[in-house]
């Protein structure tokens, strides 16, 4: 069982199921291969996965982020793995920066790292491929 | 703050919370981060406590979970005041009623269970009372009696308002449908050893059977139902089944002595596998 819990999480969609599941999935996708639980759905390789979600979420609570994808036993081509990783190089510098996207909802807050994300998690395509994903951002 | 825990054991595998401090330069941090939330901050915890309430009824005998719940045109009138639901106007499954979150469902269940056999339900699950987890300055939550209660206490409480609990019971509570209804004390020490490995004690954590194995294996098929349809799609896994709950809560605002829909407590508790079809 994990439980994710958020006190007053500001910016952009709010609720429990935009910004806390993504990262009960985040944990989850990472924590049941290390516990050698068996998977018992299909492995989609194609799909978004956690690793690929930008680690914006909790800087200094998430760290483990890159390690872990060298680690994840989960058969994920590599290739997609170096398109996360440069992704997310990619993006930190662009941190303090306004997120492109974020013109179109506009809050009236202060831009943050935290709206920046629900922005991104909001965005997330339902089914496209992470290589498609990324493919817009570099 | 996030929370894992293995339901059949009841071991704590990780405690978070942010914002943060360093214990080895813990004066560079602002005091209140010293705190650890997950076991002493109280909170309403809103929609995912709807988990305790279908518990109950089904556990009871008063709902059948493969049956459907009547939400009467989505207009529920409580003492009080009128609750609008849109997301259930006419008769829907209770895995769906589950799925969309919708209160009027979560209020009528209740408002079946009664004042008494609700509330014996909430305090079976831990409610009121410290977890019991090796750590210091361990809440119990908020949990009043009946008598305190006001008219509309009961429906309230059946959507998770009017009450207080801590993150650590609230993943107590999930654990215990994860494990076929048993109830499993949350720890941190396994065993203690001595220098040259003799076990000097090894922790044995209570277990109290809340609800039947059959009433959690459908608690654990709305829960499912609600990653793979509903509120918590977000949560659904690659390489797992998941089953789990979203929770909303508006914060009571003490200036406004009523909850303010601006500050929120956005959470998800859920497990993998879901484990729907074994068992």
Redesign the interface.
């Known amino acids: 069982v994990i439980a994710v819990v958020m006190d007053e999480p500001s910016g952009g969609a709010r609720d429990g199921g935009q910004v806390s599941a993504p990262v009960f999935r985040e944990i989850a996708e990472q924590i049941l291969p290390e516990l050698e639980v068996v998977p018992d759905a299909e492995i989609r390789p194609d799909v978004l996965r956690a690793e690929d979600i930008p680690s914006e979420i909790e800087p200094s609570a998430v760290p483990v982020n890159e390690m872990i994808s060298g680690e994840n036993e989960t058969p994920i081509p590599a290739k997609n793995d170096e398109i996360g990783k440069k992704a997310a190089d990619t993006e930190k510098p662009k941190e303090p920066a306004p997120p492109k996207k974020e013109n179109a909802r506009p809050t009236g807050d202060k831009k943050s790292v935290r709206q920046k994300t629900a922005a991104l998690i909001n965005e997330k395509p339902k089914n496209k491929s992470s290589g498609e994903r990324t493919k817009g951002k570099t | ?7 059949q054991t009841g071991e704590i ?2 405690m ?1 919370n ?1 914002p ?1 401090f360093d214990p080895n330069n813990y004066t560079a941090f602002a005091a209140e981060n010293y705190i650890n ?2 076991v002493h ?1 109280s ?1 309403s915890p ?3 406590f709807k988990l305790v309430t279908y518990s109950a009824a089904i556990n009871e005998g008063l709902i059948n979970p493969d049956g459907a719940v009547d939400c009467g045109g989505g207009v529920l009138k409580i003492p009080g005041r009128q609750i609008v639901d849109k997301h259930c106007l006419e008769s829907i499954s209770y895995p769906e009623a589950m799925a969309v979150s919708s209160n009027i469902a979560a209020m009528k269940t209740g408002l079946a269970l009664g004042r008494e056999n609700f509330y014996n339900y909430v305090q079976k699950f831990g409610f009121g009372q410290p977890a019991g987890v090796e750590l210091p300055g361990e809440t119990g939550g908020i949990l009043r009696t009946p008598k305190a209660w006001s008219g509309d206490s009961l429906p309230s409480m059946s959507i998770g308002y009017e009450i207080g609990v801590s ?1 650590l019971q ?2 107590a509570a ?2 215990t449908i ?1 494990n076929n209804g048993f109830k499993i004390q949350p720890h941190i020490i396994k065993e203690i050893r001595s220098a040259d490995g003799k076990v000097l004690s090894a922790t044995e954590p209570q277990k109290v059977q809340v609800v039947t194995a059959e009433t959690a294996r459908a608690l654990r098929q709305m829960l499912h139902q609600a990653v793979l349809t509903g ?12 089953a ?1 709950k ?3 809560a508006w ?1 009571y605002n003490p200036k406004l002595k009523r909850v303010d829909a601006s ?11 879901a484990e729907i079809r074994r068992s």
């Open positions: 703050m996030a929370i894992v825990m293995v339901p595998l990780a978070a942010y943060t939330n997950a901050d909170y809103g929609s995912v993150a609230m993943t999930f654990a994860a509120t918590g799609k977000r949560a659904r896994l690659n390489g797992y089944t998941s789990g979203t929770g909303t914060k500050k929120y407590v956005a959470s998800f508790i859920g497990m993998a596998p």
